[in-house]
């Protein structure tokens, strides 16, 4: 939708206005035929038909484009008053800077600040409203260190909330304890059976040279024997060939 053109200062040209709602141009695009529009009035028109609203001819959002820089200068230009005018402001300026002033305007209805408050009020009277708003919070006067809003002020009690806190403190240190327990429990459980299979594979180890040990004593008696047998078939070679 565009800008309602009961808010402009004098005249408006009828090319500045949106060939759909007849207000003026807001956010514009331009067809091929020249024809402008607010770019929410030519999507929301673009969806259920796939035509100019003036001439009827064929268009699609892809020929869409801004305005001719002339125009776009002339619609800058025109005065407006400002929406809050309604509440008090007296304020015209250009539809360029239009925006900039409206998001700053003194009078625009803003929300209270303050979680839980839905009251709407003047941006300056939002200073007055806060000082008054029953939803404001501030510092426990007795020294707790606790925040209240003004609504609760009868019903806090600095022991009970202090006693609460307490409680919860004790609540979190149990359990960072007992997380702490399991996470060195799973630890120890973790080196423990690491431990095990670490002594599982020394102990598979110490076999296997316990049965090399084995195979090489097998070995050094075999060839002892081979010796003493080797050595008797000397001295026998031997007293043969005395005897020869």
Same mark, same amino acid.
């Given at each position: 939708m565009g800008y309602d053109i009961e808010r402009f200062v004098g005249y408006v040209n009828e090319g500045l206005l949106c060939s759909i709602c007849?207000?003026?141009?807001?956010?514009?695009?331009?067809a091929p035929c020249?024809?402008?529009?607010?770019?929410?009035?030519?999507h929301g028109w673009l969806i259920h038909h796939s035509n100019c609203p003036e001439d009827?001819?064929?268009? &699609?959002?892809?020929?869409?484009?801004?305005?001719?820089r002339y125009m776009k200068n002339d619609l800058n230009r025109l005065q407006l008053h400002c929406k809050n005018r309604e509440y008090g402001c007296e304020m015209v300026c250009s539809l360029e800077s239009i925006d900039r002033h409206e998001r700053e305007c003194e009078y625009s209805q803003i929300p209270?600040?303050?979680? !839980?408050?839905?009251?709407?009020?003047?941006?300056?009277?939002?200073? !007055?409203?806060?000082a008054v708003c029953e939803y404001r919070s501030r510092e426990c006067p007795n020294g707790c260190g606790y925040t209240i809003l003004s609504a609760e002020d009868t019903q806090h009690n600095c022991v009970a909330e202090l006693r609460t806190e307490l409680e919860l403190l004790r609540s979190e240190m149990i359990c960072r304890v007992e997380e702490a327990k399991? +996470?060195? &429990?799973?630890?120890?459980?973790?080196?423990?059976?690491?431990?095990?299979?670490?002594?599982?594979?020394?102990?598979? +180890?110490?076999e296997e040279l316990k049965s090399?040990?084995?195979?090489?004593?097998?070995?050094?008696?075999?060839?002892?024997?081979?010796?003493?047998?080797?050595?008797? &078939?000397?001295e026998q070679a031997e007293l043969e060939k005395r005897e020869l």
């Open positions: 007849r207000d003026v141009l807001e956010d514009p695009l331009q020249e024809h402008a529009f607010c770019t929410a009035c030519i009827r001819q064929a268009i &699609e959002v892809s020929v869409l484009r801004p305005l001719y209270c600040s303050n979680a !839980g408050c839905t009251v709407q009020i003047e941006r300056r009277n939002l200073d !007055g409203h806060l399991h +996470e060195m &429990e799973s630890r120890l459980d973790s080196q423990r059976r690491h431990m095990v299979q670490k002594e599982s594979v020394l102990q598979n +180890e110490i090399q040990m084995s195979r090489v004593m097998s070995d050094v008696r075999s060839l002892m024997a081979a010796e003493r047998q080797h050595r008797q &078939e000397l």
